[in-house]
């Protein structure tokens, strides 16, 4: 009988959902284990041969450990909001869910050939109204809730409320916005509504705030930093620029510390770890006001509103000069006698209201000009310096001279107070800008030349001070910020580079905000009223008065009394009011969706208490090493957040955490003679100018050479190519590359499973090399683990016609199994299963060469290739005798006993030569050895009655006559 792995796998995989073979249970007396993929997009590429190596990874996992008698939840869903398929709307006018339906299909058809182990019963999708109405629901509690520092932690905002009404401000210790103020009880219950909420929108975990933003005008929306490249939108190449826009904000800077510890209690990959730390960028040091000089621009004073101007007509002290202070923070304050210029971020407030009319034009040009640069790219960008002087001066607290202040695009105003007191001799940026434009720079290091470059070494002790000369940095610093606290001009600090996060995109496929506005101030949507569904709009982009997407609805409006969506034409602003037009990013879904699949069809709650109490957390969670700052930092945010509010159980979603390597492809290369269209085969380029073209490797054989009609017809400019051929062939070039659809190197998995079958694309993908590392896909390769399952299916189809024999077991079949065992629980715990494909192969041609067919070896043998191949082996364990799914079979118990020698086959020597071998006990003495050896009729021959001068035996090892 031949191994028919088609008609086999399309059989056993009708079998897993009609059985529903790997449903997971909430309640069960086996141990729980939660094994979870990161979210898949589903793009309407679908999937190529590098997407499923995660996903067998961690279905290898979660066989092992439903063989290892655990409760295994094993789930699986889309992340199915997000720019793509709006863009695609755009462009083809169909709705952004009929499309992505059509993806998911695609996906689903994908995911179920290669036969992952998933529980389907429990999909999800972020853009079905059942799953949003939950992140509505999250958001809302966000909006609820405040940070209340003495606990460390989220509380409600009634909590708040009653602080304020006890006692004002007085006690209260709480993240919010820089600038609050304070009040009394007996204030706060004199405010009207309006007050109120104006005040609590100050603390709230979800804000309204005027933001930096990236920009996209060609997208008609905002964009994170990680969907930038180069300046330009990662989707589509548009380019992207900083402005300030009303955003919907979140604090996730509250949670910055926690954030930080919490990496100490999870097991995730360092590398991944180090780009969070690097990411929250936690530092201490101290906070520093730097007046700005009055006398140094008339600007200022125009800038103040209601001030009369007449007033302070030649007047350097007047109110300007108190009103204006420079907030920065300095991880060296110990360098602040080294201060001659500071350096304003392009976007900072102050910018406009203290440049000066000379400096206005080039002022502007220049903010002009940087608002096309992404943070990113200024921040990368060390080599070209740019800047403008403002023509205002700071003055320098403790020396009381005039410092020039310029604005510069490596200062960012996101990043600190978006403000930095520029010491060129001890920082390399500030000294390279100052060369640049002839700023002054003032050494006030000890003994050191600071004519090549600024000096960075924290041991170097600061001269040139009244009070700070020859100490080291440490005592200088604790030095100086005692001084400014007592001179009120400064304190120590610890700054976290982690910024608020941005929480609104103007795109039409989002989730919407339950939100709508009675005068101006936003009012949450109750629970029992959501989900707010998404609204039908006749076009997907920015309205002409430039409104979000969600401008075009017509019925986008809500009835206070209703309760319900009801026509914009009601709105009066007393009971119908205007919803939010924006709608929610891409990772306000992803941030809690492991939450859900413990409980996905609970129509009430994102999850049961009995639920989040049974799972807990995920076990293992595996993904790209590209989401760590992005999904995986938001993630932590709100898991935290739920926490806090008591809803989960824990703080931390996902206990260990592996970041699985890229397949790369191997792209094909056609060579263009410059200007021309002459294609040169790659071996008779020489010295000839060419420019080099991707092809579809669909075009190209095992041999590298060219379908060159088929590369003729794939577009219109190839139609009329000409071809220089090396014998006959054109022989194209290749290169190791990210797998990408752009560069024609993507390899489909469906025709692999067509062709080699999903168990061979399975083993194959585990058998490229480690998990964690990249590697290059070459389709001929797989020829080599298909001929291994070829292998498999022959040992069993001679064992009595694949029911196998019942007899005892020989030693050496014992052997070969036990050691199989062992070494694939080592390897399958240490996630190496690239080791564990090669031991498979050793075991069957050892056991072929045993011809072994006892069934005690072979049902063992197939549980332990089962995670890694089910197809073929849930087939051959039917074919045994078995009723049950081998999914529910026992992992074998290794024995140690089976691999202790109790024989050694000794190689018999004579004067160092080998003669013959002979099989003895491991037990003997070396005096019964030597008896033994001396007796055997072949040592007899050797002799020929000679007598030996000496006899050398080492027990378990040689034995060695001579004479």
């Known amino acids: 009988m031949e191994y028919n792995f088609n008609e086999i796998e399309a059989k056993w995989q009708k079998h897993w959902a009609e059985n529903e073979t790997f449903k997971a249970e909430n309640t069960s007396d086996k141990p729980k284990f939660y094994v979870l993929d990161m979210f898949p997009y589903p793009s309407g590429a679908g999937l190529h041969v590098g997407h499923p190596l995660g996903y067998i990874a961690s279905d290898i996992f979660a066989r092992y450990k439903r063989h290892k008698g655990f409760n295994v939840l094993h789930p699986q869903g889309y992340d199915s909001f997000g720019l793509p398929a709006e863009q695609y709307a755009i462009q083809t006018g169909q709705h952004p869910a009929i499309t992505t339906e059509t993806n998911i299909n695609t996906y689903r058809k994908q995911l179920d050939k290669i036969g992952f182990s998933f529980d389907w019963s429990r999909e999800i999708r972020t853009s079905t109204p059942e799953y949003y109405k939950h992140t509505q629901w999250i958001f809302t509690e966000l909006f609820n809730a405040w940070y ?10 009634d909590t708040l409320v009653a602080l304020f009404e006890a006692n004002g401000t007085e006690n209260v210790n709480a993240v919010c916005d820089e600038e609050v103020t304070e009040f009394t009880a007996a204030a706060w219950n004199a405010f009207s509504d309006k007050e109120r909420e104006q005040v609590l929108a100050k603390y709230r975990l979800t804000y309204l705030s005027e933001t930096e933003v990236n920009w996209c005008p060609a997208l008609g929306t905002v964009l994170a930093n990680d969907e930038i490249i180069n300046g330009l939108s990662e989707r589509g190449d548009h380019p992207v ?27 995730w990959p360092q590398p991944l770890k180090d780009a969070q730390t690097n990411w929250i960028g936690r530092s201490q040091g101290a906070s520093v006001k730097f007046k700005v000089d009055g006398s140094s621009s008339k600007a200022i004073e125009r800038s103040r509103d209601g001030v009369d101007n007449q007033n302070l007509e030649g007047s350097s002290s007047g109110v300007e000069k108190q009103n204006f202070e420079i907030e920065v923070f300095t991880t060296r304050p110990d360098t ?31 903010i002009q000009a940087t608002a096309k640069r992404s943070e990113r790219d200024r921040m990368a960008d060390v080599k070209n310096i740019t800047g403008a002087f403002t023509g205002a001066y700071a003055i320098h607290p403790f020396t009381g001279e005039n410092i020039p202040i310029w604005i510069g695009d490596y200062v960012l105003a996101g990043y600190g107070t978006g403000a930095v007191m520029a010491v060129p001799c001890g920082d390399q940026r500030d000294y390279d800008f100052a060369k640049h434009f002839d700023i002054e720079i003032k050494n006030i ?15 170097a002790k600061i001269a040139n001070s009244d009070f700070l000369s020859g ?10 910020i005692y001084e400014m606290e007592q001179r009120g001009f400064g304190q120590g600090k610890i700054n976290y580079r982690l910024r608020d996060a941005v929480f609104s995109r103007q795109r039409y496929w989002g989730e919407p905000f339950p939100v ?6 936003p009012q949450m949507i109750a629970k029992e009223h959501l989900p707010i569904l998404l609204p039908e709009v006749e076009k997907y982009l920015p309205t002409e008065d430039g409104q979000p997407p969600l401008g075009n609805a017509e019925v986008w409006a809500w009835s206070s009394t209703e309760n319900k969506v009801v026509s914009n034409e009601l709105i009066d602003n007393e009971t119908v009011f205007p919803l939010e037009l924006n709608t929610m990013p891409g990772w306000a879904g992803s941030s809690w969706y492991f939450n859900r699949y413990m409980d996905a069809n609970n129509p009430n709650e994102f999850a049961s208490k009995e639920a989040l109490n049974y799972w807990k957390e995920v076990d293992l969670y595996l993904g790209g090493s590209e989401h760590a700052t992005g999904h995986l930092l938001y993630a932590r945010f709100w898991q935290k957040f739920l926490f806090d509010l008591n809803y989960v159980p824990v ?17 094909a290369f056609v060579y263009r003679l410059e200007g021309t269209q002459t294609y040169v085969s790659k071996g008779l380029i020489g010295d000839q100018k060419v420019q080099p073209i991707h092809a579809d490797v669909s075009f190209v054989n095992a041999q590298n050479e060219l379908d060159i009609e088929a590369f003729k017809a794939w577009r219109e400019e190839y139609a009329n190519a000409e071809f220089v051929l090396e014998d006959g062939k054109y022989i194209v070039g290749r290169e190791v590359e990210k797998m990408s659809k752009s560069k024609y190197n993507v390899v489909n998995p469906d025709s692999i499973c067509e062709e080699f079958g999903a168990d061979s694309l399975r083993l194959f993908e585990m058998f490229l090399g480690p998990l964690e590392q990249s590697k290059p896909w070459n389709t001929a390769g797989i020829s080599g683990v298909h001929s291994f399952l070829k292998k498999l299916w022959r040992l069993y189809a001679n064992a009595n016609n694949f029911k196998g024999v019942e007899g005892e077991p020989s030693k050496d079949e014992l052997k070969v199994l036990h050691k199989t065992i062992k070494k694939v629980q080592e390897d399958i715990e240490n996630f190496s299963f690239n080791t564990s494909v090669s031991t498979f192969m050793i075991a069957v041609n050892e056991l072929g060469a045993l011809k072994c067919d006892k069934k005690e070896i072979l049902e063992p043998l197939l549980v332990l290739i089962s995670p890694y191949a089910p197809h073929i082996t849930e087939e051959l364990w039917s074919k045994l005798g078995n009723s049950e799914s081998i999914a529910t079979a026992a992992f074998p118990v290794f024995e140690a006993g089976y691999l202790v020698e109790s024989a050694k086959e000794y190689p018999i020597s004579f004067n160092g030569k080998m003669r013959f071998k002979l099989e003895l006990p491991l037990d003997l003495s070396a005096k019964e050895i030597e008896d033994i050896v001396m007796a055997h009729e072949k040592t007899e021959a050797q002799l020929q009655g000679r007598t030996p001068k000496k006899v050398i035996i080492v027990p378990g090892k040689i034995i060695n006559i001579v004479g």
């Not at 209340?148 to 905002?157: G, L, M, Q, V």
């Not at 602040?336 to 002022?363: C, K, N, W, Y």
């Not at 100490?471 to 100086?480: F, I, S």
């Not at 709508?516 to 101030?521: A, F, L």
């Open 651 to 667: 703080d931390e979603f996902a206990k260990k955490l592996i970041n699985q390597g890229m397949i790369t492809g191997t792209s």
């Open 336 to 366: 602040i006698f080294g201060v001659t210029f500071m350096t304003l971020a392009p976007e900072h407030e102050l910018v406009s209201q203290i440049v000066s009319d000379a400096q206005r034009a080039e002022v502007e040009a220049y």
């Open 445 to 459: 290091f000890e003994g050191v030349d600071i004519s090549e470059g600024a000096c960075e070494d924290k041991t």
């Open 241 to 267: 620029e900083r402005k300030k826009m009303m955003q919907w904000s979140m604090r996730i800077a509250a949670y910055a510390q926690r954030l930080l510890d919490g990496l100490n209690t999870i097991d």
């Open 516 to 521: 709508y506005y009675v005068d101006g101030m």
């Open 148 to 157: 209340n520092k003495s606990a460390d932690k989220a509380e409600k905002i």
């Open 471 to 480: 100490l080291p940095v440490k005592k200088a610093t604790k030095l100086v």
